[in-house]
Protein backbone atom coordinates (compact mmCIF):
# COMPACT_ATOMS: atom_id res chain seq x y z
CA UNK A 1 0.00 0.00 0.00
CA UNK A 2 1.10 3.45 -0.86
CA UNK A 3 1.89 5.78 2.08
CA UNK A 4 3.66 8.45 4.37
CA UNK A 5 5.88 6.79 7.33
CA UNK A 6 7.45 8.84 9.90
CA UNK A 7 9.56 8.09 12.37
CA UNK A 8 10.18 7.17 15.27
CA UNK A 9 6.75 8.09 16.49
CA UNK A 10 8.16 9.30 19.73
CA UNK A 11 11.42 11.20 19.84
CA UNK A 12 12.99 12.73 23.15
CA UNK A 13 15.71 15.41 22.66
CA UNK A 14 18.29 16.57 25.44
CA UNK A 15 18.99 20.28 25.91
CA UNK A 16 21.83 21.07 23.55
CA UNK A 17 21.09 18.30 21.02
CA UNK A 18 19.91 18.04 17.69
CA UNK A 19 17.42 15.41 16.05
CA UNK A 20 16.34 13.95 12.97
CA UNK A 21 12.68 12.75 12.27
CA UNK A 22 12.23 10.65 9.31
CA UNK A 23 9.69 11.22 6.70
CA UNK A 24 9.53 8.57 3.47
CA UNK A 25 6.64 8.36 1.14
CA UNK A 26 5.86 5.81 -1.45
CA UNK A 27 3.28 7.80 -3.55
CA UNK A 28 5.48 9.39 -6.28
CA UNK A 29 4.29 12.55 -4.77
CA UNK A 30 6.33 15.86 -5.93
CA UNK A 31 5.41 17.88 -3.14
CA UNK A 32 6.39 17.62 0.36
CA UNK A 33 5.57 19.09 3.93
CA UNK A 34 6.50 19.84 7.49
CA UNK A 35 3.87 20.83 10.09
CA UNK A 36 3.78 21.36 13.16
CA UNK A 37 1.34 20.73 15.81
CA UNK A 38 0.64 22.44 19.33
CA UNK A 39 -1.94 21.22 21.94
CA UNK A 40 -5.26 23.08 20.82
CA UNK A 41 -4.02 24.40 17.88
CA UNK A 42 -3.83 24.64 13.94
CA UNK A 43 -0.55 23.17 11.95
CA UNK A 44 1.81 25.57 11.20
CA UNK A 45 3.96 25.20 7.97
CA UNK A 46 8.01 24.39 9.10
CA UNK A 47 9.29 24.00 5.37
CA UNK A 48 8.27 22.41 2.24
CA UNK A 49 9.54 21.21 -0.82
CA UNK A 50 8.40 21.39 -4.40
CA UNK A 51 10.69 18.87 -6.12
CA UNK A 52 13.92 17.19 -5.44
CA UNK A 53 17.31 19.24 -4.07
CA UNK A 54 14.65 22.68 -3.52
CA UNK A 55 12.18 23.39 -0.43
CA UNK A 56 11.11 26.52 0.91
CA UNK A 57 10.42 27.84 4.55
CA UNK A 58 7.27 28.15 6.49
CA UNK A 59 5.83 30.27 8.70
CA UNK A 60 8.08 28.70 11.27
CA UNK A 61 11.30 27.56 9.98
CA UNK A 62 13.82 29.14 12.28
CA UNK A 63 15.54 26.40 14.37
CA UNK A 64 14.79 23.55 12.10
CA UNK A 65 16.48 22.19 8.72
CA UNK A 66 15.03 20.31 5.85
CA UNK A 67 16.79 18.19 2.99
CA UNK A 68 15.80 16.43 -0.16
CA UNK A 69 17.84 14.89 -1.51
CA UNK A 70 15.35 11.49 -2.98
CA UNK A 71 12.34 12.44 -4.03
CA UNK A 72 10.80 9.66 -1.28
CA UNK A 73 12.51 11.61 1.54
CA UNK A 74 11.90 14.64 3.47
CA UNK A 75 14.05 14.61 6.85
CA UNK A 76 13.88 17.50 9.31
CA UNK A 77 15.95 17.99 11.91
CA UNK A 78 15.35 20.17 15.02
CA UNK A 79 18.05 21.89 16.06
CA UNK A 80 19.19 23.37 19.74
CA UNK A 81 18.79 26.49 18.34
CA UNK A 82 14.71 25.62 18.57
CA UNK A 83 14.06 26.32 21.91
CA UNK A 84 10.58 24.99 22.67
CA UNK A 85 10.47 21.56 20.42
CA UNK A 86 8.10 20.18 22.38
CA UNK A 87 5.40 19.68 19.42
CA UNK A 88 3.54 16.52 16.86
CA UNK A 89 5.31 17.15 13.94
CA UNK A 90 3.31 16.24 10.70
CA UNK A 91 4.90 15.30 7.36
CA UNK A 92 2.13 15.68 4.30
CA UNK A 93 2.65 15.04 0.57
CA UNK A 94 0.46 15.82 -2.54
CA UNK A 95 1.26 15.91 -6.55
CA UNK A 96 1.70 19.01 -7.88
CA UNK A 97 -1.44 19.56 -9.24
CA UNK A 98 -3.49 21.74 -7.24
CA UNK A 99 -6.62 19.97 -7.00
CA UNK A 100 -5.26 17.35 -5.26
CA UNK A 101 -5.19 16.64 -1.56
CA UNK A 102 -2.40 16.13 0.52
CA UNK A 103 -1.73 12.31 2.40
CA UNK A 104 -0.38 12.56 6.13
CA UNK A 105 2.09 10.67 8.16
CA UNK A 106 0.81 9.24 11.54
CA UNK A 107 3.18 12.05 12.81
CA UNK A 108 6.19 11.93 15.75
CA UNK A 109 5.89 13.09 19.11
CA UNK A 110 8.77 15.10 20.26
CA UNK A 111 9.59 15.78 23.63
CA UNK A 112 12.19 17.81 25.64
CA UNK A 113 14.22 15.36 28.80
CA UNK B 1 -4.01 37.57 7.94
CA UNK B 2 -5.70 34.27 8.08
CA UNK B 3 -6.82 32.90 5.29
CA UNK B 4 -9.17 29.92 6.95
CA UNK B 5 -11.27 30.36 9.68
CA UNK B 6 -12.63 27.63 11.66
CA UNK B 7 -14.31 30.18 14.50
CA UNK B 8 -15.38 27.19 16.08
CA UNK B 9 -12.85 25.96 19.05
CA UNK B 10 -14.59 23.22 20.25
CA UNK B 11 -18.28 21.67 19.45
CA UNK B 12 -19.91 19.54 21.95
CA UNK B 13 -23.08 16.99 20.58
CA UNK B 14 -25.24 14.51 22.22
CA UNK B 15 -25.13 11.45 19.44
CA UNK B 16 -27.58 11.64 16.98
CA UNK B 17 -27.74 15.02 16.67
CA UNK B 18 -26.82 16.94 14.00
CA UNK B 19 -23.87 18.86 13.56
CA UNK B 20 -22.00 21.66 11.34
CA UNK B 21 -18.86 22.85 10.90
CA UNK B 22 -18.19 26.06 9.78
CA UNK B 23 -15.19 27.37 7.35
CA UNK B 24 -14.54 30.68 6.28
CA UNK B 25 -11.82 31.29 3.56
CA UNK B 26 -10.32 34.44 1.88
CA UNK B 27 -8.74 34.52 -1.09
CA UNK B 28 -7.95 36.72 -4.50
CA UNK B 29 -7.56 33.80 -6.39
CA UNK B 30 -10.22 32.68 -9.12
CA UNK B 31 -9.19 29.12 -9.21
CA UNK B 32 -8.45 27.56 -5.44
CA UNK B 33 -9.32 24.16 -3.73
CA UNK B 34 -11.28 23.66 -0.66
CA UNK B 35 -10.74 20.24 1.53
CA UNK B 36 -12.08 18.92 4.89
CA UNK B 37 -9.87 16.57 7.04
CA UNK B 38 -10.48 14.79 10.12
CA UNK B 39 -7.94 14.04 12.54
CA UNK B 40 -8.73 11.46 15.08
CA UNK B 41 -7.06 11.16 18.34
CA UNK B 42 -4.68 8.88 16.91
CA UNK B 43 -2.84 12.20 14.73
CA UNK B 44 -3.25 11.43 10.98
CA UNK B 45 -5.14 13.32 9.28
CA UNK B 46 -7.46 11.53 6.71
CA UNK B 47 -8.87 13.86 3.76
CA UNK B 48 -12.54 13.71 3.54
CA UNK B 49 -13.40 15.73 0.57
CA UNK B 50 -12.52 18.44 -1.85
CA UNK B 51 -13.84 21.07 -4.01
CA UNK B 52 -12.63 23.41 -6.56
CA UNK B 53 -14.09 26.85 -6.98
CA UNK B 54 -15.81 26.28 -10.12
CA UNK B 55 -17.95 23.67 -8.73
CA UNK B 56 -20.13 25.06 -6.33
CA UNK B 57 -22.44 21.76 -6.14
CA UNK B 58 -22.88 20.48 -2.78
CA UNK B 59 -22.00 17.37 -1.76
CA UNK B 60 -23.18 14.26 0.25
CA UNK B 61 -21.60 11.00 1.21
CA UNK B 62 -23.49 9.22 3.81
CA UNK B 63 -23.64 11.06 7.41
CA UNK B 64 -21.84 13.79 5.85
CA UNK B 65 -22.53 16.77 3.56
CA UNK B 66 -20.69 19.79 2.25
CA UNK B 67 -21.90 23.05 1.49
CA UNK B 68 -20.29 25.31 -0.33
CA UNK B 69 -20.96 29.09 -1.12
CA UNK B 70 -18.93 31.30 -3.35
CA UNK B 71 -20.98 34.49 -1.77
CA UNK B 72 -19.91 34.01 1.11
CA UNK B 73 -16.91 32.43 0.98
CA UNK B 74 -17.73 29.90 3.13
CA UNK B 75 -17.33 25.54 2.82
CA UNK B 76 -19.02 24.17 5.42
CA UNK B 77 -19.38 20.61 6.59
CA UNK B 78 -22.51 18.84 8.57
CA UNK B 79 -22.50 15.43 9.88
CA UNK B 80 -26.05 14.35 10.21
CA UNK B 81 -26.78 11.61 13.11
CA UNK B 82 -23.59 12.14 15.04
CA UNK B 83 -21.93 9.02 16.31
CA UNK B 84 -19.12 8.54 18.71
CA UNK B 85 -16.61 7.73 16.11
CA UNK B 86 -16.85 11.01 14.49
CA UNK B 87 -15.43 12.79 17.44
CA UNK B 88 -12.06 14.18 16.61
CA UNK B 89 -10.44 17.75 15.28
CA UNK B 90 -11.72 18.50 11.79
CA UNK B 91 -9.55 21.01 9.36
CA UNK B 92 -10.64 23.10 6.51
CA UNK B 93 -7.97 24.05 3.92
CA UNK B 94 -7.37 26.31 0.95
CA UNK B 95 -4.61 25.72 -1.70
CA UNK B 96 -4.61 28.48 -4.42
CA UNK B 97 -3.71 27.76 -8.01
CA UNK B 98 -1.49 31.14 -7.93
CA UNK B 99 0.79 30.11 -5.12
CA UNK B 100 1.12 26.07 -6.27
CA UNK B 101 1.45 23.61 -3.65
CA UNK B 102 1.26 25.62 -0.33
CA UNK B 103 -2.10 24.96 1.91
CA UNK B 104 -3.70 26.92 3.93
CA UNK B 105 -5.27 25.51 7.13
CA UNK B 106 -7.55 26.78 9.83
CA UNK B 107 -7.08 26.62 12.88
CA UNK B 108 -9.47 23.33 13.40
CA UNK B 109 -12.79 22.39 15.50
CA UNK B 110 -12.78 19.75 17.96
CA UNK B 111 -15.87 17.95 17.90
CA UNK B 112 -16.97 15.56 20.53
CA UNK B 113 -20.26 13.35 20.55
CA UNK B 114 -21.43 12.21 23.85
CA UNK B 115 -22.89 8.46 23.83
Known amino acids: DGGITQSPKYLFRKEGQNVTLSCEQN?????MYWYRQDPGQGLRLIYYSQIVNDFQKGDIAEGYSVSREKKESFPLTVTSAQKNPTAFYLCASSMAQGDQPQHFGDGTRLSIL | AQKVTQAQTEISVVEKEDVTLDCVYE???????LFWYKQPPSGELVFLIRRNSFDEQNEISGRYSWNFQKSTSSFNFTITASQVVDSAVYFC????????????FGTGTSLTVIP
Open chain 2, 93 to 104: ALREWYTGNQFY
Open chain 1, 27 to 31: LNHDA
Open chain 2, 27 to 33: TRDTTYY
